[in-house]
């Protein structure tokens, strides 16, 4: 599957953003689409994911409480509100797709096999 990251930008600290990831084709039941950032000279690490049947969640702990990863089956479309944004989430953001993950291995770049392009997310201080 094909994805396609949008809604990246600049914000100020505090300000909200939401992104976007479209699948070309349908998303089966049995994938986990994620979300992943990479800052300047960092490696990419997981943000949050969710299981596109049944819909449970999983966030890595610096984004929980700001950040909520949500789906729409019918548009084939995954979204990552982020509120409380901070200089430290400025990064790439890449939206991701693995098919039959575990719970254990959602945070896990290696587990996914699809990956989105990436939207630069800046958040000025």
């Known amino acids: 599957v094909q994805l396609q990251a949008s809604g990246g930008g600049l914000v100020q600290t505090g300000g909200s953003l939401r992104l976007s990831c479209t699948a070309s084709?349908?998303?089966?039941?049995?994938?986990?689409v994620g979300w992943f950032r990479q800052a300047p000279g960092k490696e990419r690490e997981f943000v949050a994911a969710?299981?596109?049947?049944?819909?449970?969640?999983t966030y890595a702990r610096s984004v929980k409480g700001r950040f909520t990863v949500s789906k729409d089956n019918a548009k084939n479309t995954m979204y990552l509100q982020m509120n409380s944004l901070e200089p430290e989430d400025t990064a790439v953001y890449y939206c991701?797709?693995?098919?039959?993950?575990?719970?254990?291995?959602?945070?896990?770049?290696?587990?996914?096999?699809?990956w989105g392009q990436g939207t630069l997310v800046t958040v000025s201080s």
């Open positions: 084709e349908r998303v089966f039941s049995s994938y986990v």
């Open positions: 969710i299981k596109w049947s049944g819909g449970s969640t």
């Open positions: 991701a797709a693995g098919n039959r993950l575990i719970t254990s291995s959602m945070p896990n770049a290696r587990a996914y096999d699809s």
